[in-house]
């Protein structure tokens, strides 16, 4: 039986779409809900044509919703429903050490009858950036919590000089688990095909710093 990926397209999800397929699993649709106002990942940034972009590449046909924050539950409820009549077996998410995080969706995912996997569960977050760029994995930060990180880092690619600046911030988390920071997958083992994309400008909302991001190669010399 096949599995499902909860991804917002961003390292940790991705990486943990690696691992499962080291270990045999079949990982067929990728999971993920958006905001109806937006059509972004909230907090992420991403748009919605980009998630669906990077899950074809990596061979994962999309399973989609869209809500507002407070109609999520019931969103998910609905797609983890559609994804048991489609056959899957479970979930695949790329949680690291929040335990509530956790807790939370795997109550939410074995209450309809499917399997709940953490394959990245209590790596510590350095090594599991570490494992994103020493396996090739192109990951852009496309948002940043003005509270908790620098908006220095958008439009970075994760690196090893960028996870050195990471460890030097007093208190954070270098995986960004806390919402520090959040990144978009672009290119690395498993793609079919890079996506094409390019930065569009700048927005702040939420407390947050985003990245503008366009599907599709930019006729100017910005084009990523």
């Known amino acids: 039986m096949a599995w499902a990926l909860a991804t917002a397209a961003g390292k940790d ?14 990982v067929r649709w990728a999971l993920n809900i958006f905001e109806g106002n937006t059509g972004l990942v909230r907090f992420h940034g991403t748009p919605r044509a980009l998630v669906e972009a990077q899950a074809r590449a990596l061979g994962l046909e999309p399973v989609l919703g869209e809500t507002h924050p407070a109609g999520f539950e019931e969103v998910l409820a609905g797609l983890l429903l559609e994804l048991r009549e489609r056959g899957a077996q479970g979930v695949i998410f790329g949680n690291l050490h929040l335990e509530e995080i956790r807790g939370w969706y795997e109550e939410r995912v074995t209450a309809v009858g499917l399997d709940h ?11 599991v950036v570490e494992e994103v760029t020493k396996r090739g994995f192109r990951a852009l930060v496309t948002a940043v919590n003005l509270e908790l990180g ?8 994760l690196d090893g000089e960028l996870l050195g600046v990471f460890l030097g911030r007093n208190g954070m988390d270098a995986a960004g688990e806390r919402g520090e920071y959040h990144t978009f997958v672009h290119a690395g083992p498993g793609f079919s095909t ?10 702040e909302r939420e ?18």
């Open 13 to 26: 999800a991705t990486l943990a779409l690696h691992r499962a397929r080291e270990e045999g699993k079949e």
């Open 117 to 127: 996997s953490e394959p990245l569960w209590g790596i510590p977050p350095r090594e």
């Open 150 to 157: 620098d908006p220095a880092w958008l439009g970075r690619e």
């Open 207 to 224: 407390g947050h710093r985003f990245l503008t991001l366009v599907p599709g190669s930019s006729p100017d010399a910005g084009a990523v």
């Open 194 to 203: 890079p996506v094409s994309f390019h930065i569009a400008g700048v927005e």
